[in-house]
């Protein structure tokens, strides 16, 4: 196919153009919402992997797909009938500092398409070349990037938290150049939508109300359409967005994931975890845990999410204020009151969450002081986030391979003295312990992308072209509730030597 690529032209169909049912609805708002982009074409398009099944799920015909041509398509090379690529207009504040043009810099959506639950759904490419919100960027991505993006992403998933998914990675065969030369890839990626906090706040830094109108107005059409019968659906639609965002915070509180990177530009308004930068799931418990590099202050630590995700979500109701009402103060006072009630909305969820995965299915108000004392035990022994949690699961129905739980305590006599508390609280509802013990192994996981076997995978990939470690990391992380006894090992914490990990920005 590398001979044909001089042939091309960026948006040039080859002769037979991929059909994909896309029913493009963003494209067709005004072109201040985005710009119209071609994919740049690359050399040597290879796939590496294709999700088979998202792709049934959204309807494409995978016999197409998964070809040549399909590495030509998810590469950027040839655009599938119906595609109109653009690259989309954003601001943000990033790490506090708004930042009034960002945008599209290296994804282009290729379009839409109606799933076949009838859900919409945004299909793009990431790594598919500069746009002119590059902003003197390549566009590009690299392989371990996009390897890591899919591996986390797909995850995500499996665990059952909202995310955007990893349709394809697509090896590029050229070279990106960072501080040295590494290999090219481009993912292709599917969300309900690529619109974030940081879209309301590109129009609303420029004073243009009827843009910001505009999409909100889309936003309530596409995410949230029984707004459109209340009285006050612009109000309506902050309080439907801090809903999602504390369901979905929660969620990441209850797996130990840390984003790493939670500026309003990846703030999605659908409620989906989006750019998987400097994110990484946390090992032994300290709630100032911090992966990021660049987070030296830890503005986005693990505990200090919560925090952040209200912060994001004043930011996105001051873009609404007058929608919210023609007189600025009452709309100032509506979107305060709600803003407030944030933090009991994402507890509740928080705590939902944590009495599931303490086999409680009753709400006792207790129950905060005994999840709070198993942490404040955890933190003072480091212990492992994720196996503690699934050993507490296995103590419920214990035999002769359960491992021992308490000795991994600093103070053995301090956990018993939480378990007996723990098991009183069982005498007060009357599930039966089977019932309780599967409760729990359906909401603590076994498997997790450790950091030290995603990079070891991604350094298989990369540095040796092999993606054995890759595949099989992938298949164990599709079933993170299971025991999955033959891969065991993916569930261990690192050893002291594979703990100190840093992440970098480079999704």
């Given at each position: 196919?590398?001979?044909?690529?001089p042939?091309?032209?960026?948006?040039?169909?080859?002769p037979?153009?991929?059909?994909?049912?896309?029913?493009?609805?963003y494209?067709?708002l005004?072109?201040?919402?985005?710009?119209?982009?071609?994919?740049?074409?690359?050399?040597?398009?290879r796939?590496?992997?294709?999700?088979?099944?998202?792709?049934?799920?959204?309807?494409?015909?995978?016999?197409?797909?998964?070809?040549?041509?399909?590495?030509?398509?998810?590469a950027?090379?040839?655009?599938?009938t119906?595609?109109?690529?653009?690259?989309?207009?954003y601001a943000?504040h990033?790490?506090?500092?708004?930042?009034?043009?960002?945008?599209?810099?290296?994804?282009?959506l290729?379009g839409?398409?109606?799933d076949?639950?009838?859900?919409?759904r945004d299909?793009?490419l990431?790594?598919?070349?500069?746009?002119?919100?590059?902003?003197n960027?390549?566009?590009?991505?690299t392989?371990?990037?996009?390897?890591?993006?899919?591996?986390?992403s797909?995850?995500?998933?499996?665990?059952?938290?909202?995310?955007?998914?990893?349709?394809?990675?697509?090896?590029?065969?050229?070279h990106?150049?960072r501080?040295?030369?590494l290999?090219?890839?481009?993912?292709?990626r599917?969300?309900?939508s690529h619109?974030?906090?940081?879209?309301f706040?590109?129009f609303?830094a420029?004073?243009?109300?009827g843009s910001?109108?505009?999409?909100?107005?889309?936003?309530?059409?596409r995410h949230y359409?029984?707004?459109?019968?209340?009285d006050?659906?612009?109000l309506?639609?902050?309080?439907a967005?801090m809903?999602?965002?504390?369901?979905?915070?929660?969620h990441w509180?209850?797996?130990?994931?840390?984003?790493?990177?939670?500026?309003t530009?990846?703030?999605?308004?659908?409620?989906?975890t989006?750019?998987?930068?400097?994110?990484?799931?946390?090992?032994?418990?300290?709630?100032?845990?911090?992966?990021?590099?660049?987070?030296?202050?830890?503005r986005?630590?693990?505990?200090?999410?919560?925090r952040?995700?209200q912060?994001?979500?004043?930011?996105?109701?001051?873009t609404?204020?007058?929608?919210?009402?023609?007189?600025?103060?009452?709309a100032i006072?509506?979107?305060?009151?709600?803003?407030?009630?944030?933090?009991?909305?994402?507890?509740?969820?928080w705590?939902s969450g944590m009495r599931?995965?303490l086999?409680?299915?009753?709400e006792?108000?207790?129950?905060?002081?005994?999840?709070q004392?198993?942490?404040?035990?955890?933190?003072?022994?480091?212990?492992?986030?994720?196996?503690?949690?699934?050993?507490?699961?296995?103590?419920?129905?214990?035999?002769?391979?359960?491992?021992?739980?308490?000795?991994?305590?600093?103070?053995?006599a301090?956990?018993?003295d939480w378990?007996?508390?723990?098991?009183?609280?069982?005498?007060?509802e009357?599930?039966?312990m089977?019932e309780?013990?599967?409760?729990?192994?359906?909401?603590?996981?076994?498997?997790?992308?450790?950091?030290?076997?995603?990079?070891?995978?991604?350094?298989?990939?990369?540095e040796?072209?092999?993606f054995?470690?890759?595949?099989?990391?992938?298949?164990?992380?599709?079933r993170?509730?299971?025991?999955?006894?033959?891969?065991?090992?993916?569930a261990?914490?690192?050893?002291?030597?594979?703990?100190?990990?840093?992440?970098?920005?480079?999704?």
């Amino acid at each position: 196919m590398s001979a044909m690529l001089p042939e091309l032209v960026s948006g040039q169909s080859l002769p037979f153009a991929m059909p994909i049912p896309f029913d493009n609805s963003y494209a067709r708002l005004p072109e201040g919402f985005y710009t119209r982009t071609p994919p740049t074409p690359v050399i040597d398009p290879r796939l590496i992997k294709f999700n088979r099944i998202l792709a049934s799920e959204l309807g494409i015909a995978t016999e197409v797909l998964d070809t040549e041509l399909g590495a030509q398509t998810l590469a950027g090379n040839q655009l599938p009938t119906g595609a109109e690529p653009i690259a989309m207009a954003y601001a943000g504040h990033q790490f506090g500092n708004f930042v009034p043009k960002l945008g599209d810099g290296r994804a282009i959506l290729l379009g839409e398409i109606i799933d076949r639950a009838g859900s919409r759904r945004d299909i793009q490419l990431k790594g598919a070349g500069p746009t002119p919100f590059s902003r003197n960027g390549d566009g590009r991505a690299t392989l371990s990037s996009v390897l890591r993006e899919y591996l986390i992403s797909e995850s995500m998933h499996a665990l059952g938290i909202p995310t955007t998914r990893a349709l394809a990675a697509v090896a590029t065969g050229e070279h990106v150049y960072r501080e040295s030369p590494l290999p090219g890839a481009v993912l292709t990626r599917v969300a309900s939508s690529h619109i974030r906090v940081g879209t309301f706040q590109y129009f609303a830094a420029r004073g243009d109300t009827g843009s910001v109108k505009r999409l909100a107005d889309y936003v309530i059409e596409r995410h949230y359409p029984s707004l459109t019968r209340t009285d006050r659906p612009y109000l309506e639609l902050l309080d439907a967005v801090m809903e999602m965002q504390a369901k979905l915070i929660a969620h990441w509180m209850h797996v130990g994931f840390i984003h790493g990177v939670m500026n309003t530009d990846n703030t999605s308004i659908s409620g989906e975890t989006i750019d998987f930068g400097p994110c990484a799931f946390m090992n032994e418990y300290d709630p100032a845990t911090v992966f990021s590099s660049i987070d030296v202050t830890g503005r986005y630590a693990y505990a200090n999410q919560t925090r952040i995700s209200q912060w994001n979500l004043a930011r996105f109701a001051e873009t609404l204020l007058p929608l919210i009402d023609p007189d600025s103060e009452r709309a100032i006072d509506s979107a305060t009151d709600l803003i407030g009630r944030y933090p009991d909305k994402l507890e509740q969820h928080w705590l939902s969450g944590m009495r599931r995965k303490l086999g409680l299915f009753t709400e006792k108000t207790s129950d905060a002081t005994l999840i709070q004392n198993l942490l404040d035990l955890m933190q003072a022994s480091e212990a492992d986030f994720t196996l503690t949690f699934r050993r507490l699961a296995d103590t419920i129905l214990p035999n002769e391979h359960t491992p021992e739980l308490r000795t991994q305590f600093k103070h053995p006599a301090a956990f018993d003295d939480w378990t007996a508390h723990w098991q009183a609280r069982f005498a007060t509802e009357p599930q039966t312990m089977e019932e309780r013990a599967a409760e729990m192994r359906q909401v603590n996981p076994q498997f997790i992308p450790r950091n030290h076997r995603v990079e070891r995978a991604l350094t298989a990939a990369v540095e040796d072209a092999n993606f054995e470690h890759f595949e099989e990391l992938l298949t164990v992380l599709m079933r993170p509730y299971d025991d999955q006894p033959a891969f065991a090992h993916y569930a261990e914490a690192p050893g002291p030597e594979e703990r100190n990990y840093v992440t970098y920005c480079g999704t």
